[in-house]
């Protein structure tokens, strides 16, 4: 699992569920969970001068969300390039397990200097790499 939370009455909008900010924002928090895992953390982005840029992210709403539901985010790997990952979220309502939203990125890894695309470092990517293998299997 990369993210556990509940919805509060405040993320709840003018028809009685919470509002699409509120999933973008539960994905977000997955993802750097996720990333973390990695290697890609806030640390490594400061000391080498990196980031991660989400360039494409596709939000499927499967079923609403209320004040009080408790939703968990599971994340897999699905791609590994030289330069960017394909990744995507799973967010089901605890403890039913009904699937509430999906969400496909891609993300840049890229050099916060001249803000371009580079490769992953090798450590990085070996990562990486063995995690959509055994996402495979």
Same mark, same amino acid.
Request: hydrophobic share 40%.
């Given at each position: 699992?990369?993210?556990?939370?509940?919805?509060?009455?405040?993320?709840?909008?003018?028809?009685?569920?919470?509002?699409?900010?509120?999933?973008?924002?539960?994905?977000?928090?997955?993802?750097?969970?996720?990333?973390?895992?990695?290697?890609?953390?806030?640390?490594?982005?400061?000391?080498?001068?990196?980031?991660?840029?989400? +360039?494409?992210?596709?939000?499927?709403? $499967?079923?609403?969300?209320?004040?009080?539901?408790?939703?968990? /985010? =599971?994340? #897999? !790997?699905?791609?590994?390039?030289?330069?960017?990952?394909?990744?995507?979220?799973?967010?089901?309502?605890?403890?039913?397990?009904?699937?509430?939203?999906?969400?496909?990125? +891609?993300?840049?890894?890229?050099?916060? $200097?001249?803000?371009?695309?580079?490769?992953?470092?090798?450590? /990085? =990517?070996? #990562? !990486?790499?063995?995690?959509?293998?055994?996402?495979?299997?």
């Amino acid at each position: 699992m990369t993210y556990l939370g509940t919805v509060y009455p405040q993320q709840i909008d003018h028809m009685g569920h919470m509002n699409v900010q509120y999933y973008a924002s539960m994905f977000d928090q997955a993802t750097w969970a996720f990333l973390s895992e990695f290697g890609i953390t806030s640390e490594y982005m400061k000391a080498n001068r990196k980031g991660m840029a989400a +360039v494409d992210q596709r939000t499927k709403y $499967r079923r609403e969300v209320f004040a009080g539901d408790v939703l968990e /985010v =599971r994340t #897999r !790997l699905l791609e590994v390039k030289e330069k960017a990952i394909r990744f995507a979220h799973t967010m089901k309502r605890r403890p039913l397990g009904q699937v509430i939203a999906t969400s496909e990125l +891609v993300g840049v890894h890229f050099d916060a $200097r001249t803000h371009k695309a580079c490769p992953f470092p090798a450590d /990085v =990517r070996k #990562r !990486l790499s063995a995690s959509v293998k055994r996402h495979r299997s």
